[in-house]
Nanobody
């Protein structure tokens, strides 16, 4: 089994900061690309940040200059530092990782999702 567990969400005032973490555990051979998605109330889930295993990053225009994605490969963990938070950043944040399961190598890389962590930004 492979699990992704997010943490770090909470309630913060506009202009504040939060740091989200997502740790992968279980039968892991390798963790490749890792992403953070945001789902605002009554809206579809959308990609906000992406990081490859070697550290190449991508950000959605809405978070450029405010959010920073990073990872610790030794810990199979990805982080999202969120600064200058805005009310529109409110919602659930989900971690996604492309993982090769060590017990199912023949399946190759597949996507795993965390359960989500809630972020609320008050104005």
């Amino acid at each position: 089994q492979v699990q992704l567990v997010e943490s770090g969400g909470g309630l913060v005032q506009a202009g504040g900061s939060l740091r989200l973490s997502c740790a992968a555990s279980g039968s892991i051979f390798s963790v490749n690309a890792m992403d953070w998605y945001h789902q605002a109330p009554r809206k579809e889930r959308e990609l906000v940040a992406h990081i490859t295993r070697d550290g190449t990053t991508y950000y959605a225009d809405s978070v450029k200059g405010r959010f920073t994605i990073s990872r610790d490969n030794a810990k199979n963990t990805v982080y999202l530092q969120m600064d200058s938070l805005k009310p529109e950043d409110t919602g659930f944040y989900y971690c996604n990782a492309q993982i090769i399961n060590s017990q199912r190598m023949s399946l190759g890389e597949r996507a795993y999702w965390g359960q989500g962590t809630q972020v609320t930004v008050s104005s």
